[in-house]
């Protein structure tokens, strides 16, 4: 389906050659749609299907004369990596190009606008263009818009009423068009004519041969109570008319057989008429007038094998069916909006004798330099019937021929002439081709050109043996020289304009044709004679762009100096720049050299300077310019140097000022500028500087003036570098190694490295940095480690070390030593890993004991990390500290002082347990005691507090420890209280028995 749209538009393109796109309504570049079909063709073959587009939302606005094209779509580059995906024909113009909002960066790809996009990723594309408003002969406006290669759009046309657009079915005010790589716009369009939105034909000729059966079927758009279509030329023979079933009334008004239709909406006819076959030109031929339907389809069926030919050219789809007597051919064509098609079909006839034709275009470009004629020939070979393996030209004496190239080409030989042939340049193909061959020939003589006057025989090339052949001379004067006004001795030139060149060549020319001879056929002599190139007055115009970068000691500027060149060509300009600023630095296209003019007269303070090209320039000139005005230390106030372009008519531009760290730059008086936001300085401008600018001026008209005044603040140092997590994680086991991983999160922004002084007898394992591994080197002085670290992000530094001590007994402490780094350090944890079987009885440190599950481990440790040795059954301790200043030097490193003693939970309950016997015995004798303790009581409290005291000092007293221990002396206490009670009234009892 794609491909038949496809063939549809290269129809429309040849029926339409005029449609254009613009950047601007004054300067159109006209583009047919055969062009648009051809170029995104070629890129499909080229790239594949690098793609998939979803359904385009197309809005066109047309104004006046031209029509801004706006297309969002969203597309999937196929594949892995950066893919090239094609947008548009590379002739149209773009006047904006965005993905995903961002202005794209854009490059040719087989003749077509492409952009890079990584694939596997979607993406929101937004292209605007600008189309041309054309007429046709009736004076209809219709413009066609370019599309990208999607599987359909959805159009809407604002500024004009009742406006259709082809291919598409309209859906109230949206049009929803196939996958085409444009669609036709028309509007204004009579009633009668614009009713009709499709029609289909289909042609048979008779068995007689006299004429041919066409049906037509119509689809109507009624307007009001009645609705006119015209259906055929009054000359058809009109049979019958139905919509439906129903007979449809018809008439004969202004020549052409119409019908009346009733009612508003879509309506349906069906129309049968007869033509004649005209056979005037040997081959059989009918004429039909589709009276610029948007959409028409044809269709005719001819018996036996024929070749089918449309007029004006179409791309048809052919098939045959059948086998001898029996077969039949069909053509069928989809018709751009036209007046007339011609349908001719051929008959059996002899086979002709079998002959090579050959068809040549060639366009001929000559210019006249100083000494020699120089020429470049564009021969286009069309051969229609036979092959070709070589390709003679005709070749003027005296002309040498330096290069000849074209796809295919194997060899050339220039042949001097003989008796039978002329002198010739035989060029000679690889193999025997068919089709078409493209050759460029470029040839050059000597002349003498010191005289005004000489006479020029123009060299004129032309193929040998072609069937048909015509061309276009183009002459082009030199910088100096140039030609007289052509003669044509013999008649057979006719002078034409530049437009007679192909768009192809035109594009490529720097120089303005001066003349221009078209010939067919016939070439015959052209001759001309050497005249002095007149001159054109030089005017251009000149914009300059400013980045001033202000430091101390110096100012300096980057300036992009654009020069429109509106007539004449220059080879030279003069700048200027104020006294006391350096020679500038100039580069450009086609610079020869730079150097002061001490004799142009650039103003009062100022110095000239000569810009030289190595040849005469015309169009748009860009240059960079690079100067620097040097400030003394003490120097507070200054003028701008501005950069001058002299000659210009009109001198403008735009300047921001950038300003180091420590340096203000105060604004003073103004002259002839006006303030801007530094937002909407030129790009040149903005992207020059690597530091936010401090003001922005643009000017239309120089000399300008600025005054600031400088001032000198001091520069506040911060930290170059810091860690912003540290992670300790230390392994202690029964053997004595103790091995530490030390994860230090470093922010750098200006240190090249970190240096760490390790515990006394440490043993490097491994350094990493930000995941991979590193070496490391130590200061011979400090013995510190030095680690490079990245600069200006953020990357984690991992070091393991190993200390061998003792082998840990059943009693014992342990001196743990975290590395001094010189950096600052905060959020430092500490986890330490020690067997089981001990008890920690004491720990002596600065850092604050935490749970062993509040540790956070690194978010993803180093690939070449070594992992740290464990053994079973091993128990963890967490310390952490909240910030430590840098310690590389002479500070105090981290610690933890731990004493352990063997054990572990069976000696806690031993202990605990003890120290309440003792507080219960304690309590249970004071309480048989009338008068108080004695000195063993006082022995056994003592060691029962005394054991609660260890307890609570090396292993903590928990809160349940405390109250079983509350509980039972108060329990204890009472059974003693109740206990002395008892024998206190016993006493009692006994006195007072003994009284009594």
């Avoid at 079915?169 to 009668?192: I, K, N």
């Avoid at 500290?881 to 731990?898: F, I, M, N």
């Avoid at 609660?948 to 002396?969: P, Q």
């Amino acid at each position: 389906m794609l491909r038949r749209l496809l063939m549809l538009l290269m129809g429309l393109g040849l029926a339409l050659p005029g449609a254009a796109f613009a950047d601007e309504p004054t300067e159109q570049v006209r583009l047919s749609l055969e062009r648009y079909a051809k170029l995104m063709a070629q890129a499909g073959q080229r790239a594949g299907a690098p793609a998939t587009w979803t359904r385009a939302d197309v809005q066109i606005a047309v104004s006046g004369d031209t029509a801004l094209v706006t297309v969002e779509a969203t597309v999937e580059p196929i594949g892995e990596g950066k893919v090239a995906v094609s947008l548009l024909p590379a002739e149209v113009v773009l006047t904006q190009a965005t993905v995903d909002g961002s202005e794209a960066t854009l490059l040719p790809l087989a003749g077509t606008h492409a952009v890079l996009l990584e694939g596997g990723s979607r993406y929101r594309v937004r292209l605007q263009s600008r189309a041309a408003v054309s007429r046709d002969a009736a004076d209809t406006p219709y413009l066609v818009a370019p599309l990208p290669p999607a599987p359909g759009s959805d159009v809407r046309v604002d500024g004009v009423a009742e406006a259709s657009v082809w291919p598409g079915q309209r859906e109230g005010s949206t049009t929803r068009a196939p996958a085409t790589a444009a669609v036709f716009v028309r509007w204004g369009a009579d009633a009668p004519r614009d009713a009709v939105r499709r029609v289909d034909y289909r042609l048979e000729p008779d068995a007689g041969g006299d004429g041919v059966d066409v049906t037509a079927e119509l689809e109507v758009f009624g307007k009001g109570k009645t609705t006119t279509v015209r259906l055929a030329q009054a000359q058809a023979a009109l049979i019958d008319v139905r919509a439906g079933n129903e007979a449809v009334p018809t008439r004969v008004v202004e020549g052409w057989h119409t019908a009346t239709v009733k009612g508003e909406g879509v309506k349906r006819l069906t129309a049968r008429f007869r033509l004649a076959i005209d056979r005037t030109r040997g081959q059989p031929q009918v004429v039909l007038h589709p009276d610029r339907v948007p959409m028409a389809r044809v269709e005719i069926t001819v018996p036996g094998k024929r070749e089918v030919v449309f007029e004006p050219a179409v791309p048809r789809q052919t098939t045959v069916k059948g086998e001898g007597e029996r077969a039949t051919t069909s053509a069928v064509a989809h018709l751009p909006p036209t007046d007339e098609l011609t349908l001719r079909w051929t008959e059996a006839r002899a086979t002709p004798e079998s002959q090579v034709r050959v068809i040549v275009q060639s366009y001929q470009l000559l210019t006249l330099k100083e000494g020699f004629l120089k020429g470049t020939v564009h021969l286009d070979y069309e051969i229609s019937n036979g092959e070709l393996k070589e390709l003679p030209i005709k070749l003027p004496a005296g002309v040498d021929v330096y290069r000849v190239t074209g796809p295919g080409v194997e060899d050339w030989q220039v042949l001097p002439a003989t008796d039978d042939a002329p002198r010739q340049v035989r060029v000679v193909l690889g193999e025997a081709t068919e089709g078409k061959v493209d050759l460029k020939v470029e040839l050059e003589r000597t002349v003498e050109t010191e005289k005004e006057g000489t006479a020029l025989e123009l060299p004129v090339l032309s193929a040998i043996k072609a069937s048909r052949q015509e061309g276009v001379v183009a002459l082009f004067d030199g910088d100096k020289t140039g030609f007289a006004p052509a003669q044509d001795p013999q008649g057979r030139f006719r002078k034409v304009g530049e437009d007679a060149l192909p768009v192809a060549i035109r594009q490529t020319l720097r120089n303005k044709v001066n003349q221009a001879w078209k010939f067919i056929n016939e070439d015959g002599p052209l001759t001309s004679a050497v005249a002095t190139a007149q001159a054109r007055e030089v005017r251009f115009d000149a914009r300059v762009d400013t980045l001033y970068n202000l430091r101390e000691g110096s100012l300096t500027g980057n300036a992009t100096v654009l020069i429109e060149i509106k007539s004449g060509r220059r080879d030279t300009l003069h700048v200027s720049l104020p006294s006391g600023v350096a020679e500038p630095r100039i580069s450009g296209p086609s610079l020869s050299k730079t150097e002061p003019a001490p004799d142009f007269a650039a103003g009062e303070g100022r110095t000239a300077y000569i810009v030289r090209f190595t040849q005469a320039l015309e169009g748009a000139i860009q240059l960079d310019v690079e100067f620097e005005q040097l400030l003394k230390k003490d120097e507070n106030a200054l003028t701008l140097p501005d950069l001058r372009v002299h000659g210009a008519e009109v001198e403008s531009g735009h300047f921001g000022l950038a300003a180091e760290t420590g340096m203000e730059a105060v604004v003073g008086e103004a002259k002839d500028l006006r303030p801007v936001e530094v937002e909407e300085l030129p790009k040149a401008v903005r992207l020059r500087s690597d530091t936010d600018l401090s003001f922005g001026y643009g000017y239309a008209r120089a000399p300008w003036s600025l005054a600031i005044t400088l001032k000198r603040n001091r520069t506040i140092e911060t930290l170059a570098a810091v860690a912003t997590h540290v992670w300790l994680e230390t392994n202690v086991l029964d053997n004595g190694h103790v091995v530490t991983r030390a994860t230090y999160q470093v922010q750098n922004d200006g240190r090249q490295d970190v240096r760490l002084v390790l515990p006394e007898g440490a043993e490097v394992l491994s350094v990493a940095v930000d995941g991979s591994k590193v070496k490391a080197v130590s200061d011979e002085q400090t013995g510190a480690l030095a680690v490079p670290i990245p600069k200006n992000r953020t990357a984690p530094i991992q070091v393991t070390y190993e200390v061998v001590r003792d082998k840990l007994g059943g009693v014992g402490a342990l001196d743990l030593q975290a590395p001094k780094a010189d950096v600052r350090a905060s959020d430092i944890q500490w986890l330490v890993r020690y067997p089981a079987r001990l008890a920690l009885l004491k720990t002596d440190t600065d850092l604050r004991p935490g749970e062993a599950f509040e540790w956070r481990a690194p978010d993803a440790e180093a690939d070449a990390a070594i992992e740290l040795p464990v053994q079973a059954d091993m128990r963890s301790a967490l310390f952490t500290y909240s910030v430590q200043e840098p310690t590389a030097k002479d500070g105090k490193a981290l610690s933890v002082g731990v004493w352990y003693t063997s054990g572990g939970t069976a000696f806690e309950p031993l202990v605990f347990g003890l120290a309440l016997l003792l507080l219960a015995l304690v309590t249970w004798r004071r309480g048989g005691t009338p008068g108080g303790m004695t000195g063993s009581l006082w022995i056994m409290l003592g060691a029962a507090v005394g054991l609660l005291a260890l307890k609570a000092s090396i292993w903590r007293l928990t809160e349940g420890e405390a109250s079983l221990a509350i509980v039972a002396v108060v329990a204890v206490g009472v059974v003693a209280w109740r206990k002395r009670r008892a024998a206190r009234k016993a006493a009692e009892q006994g006195a007072s028995d003994e009284d009594a």
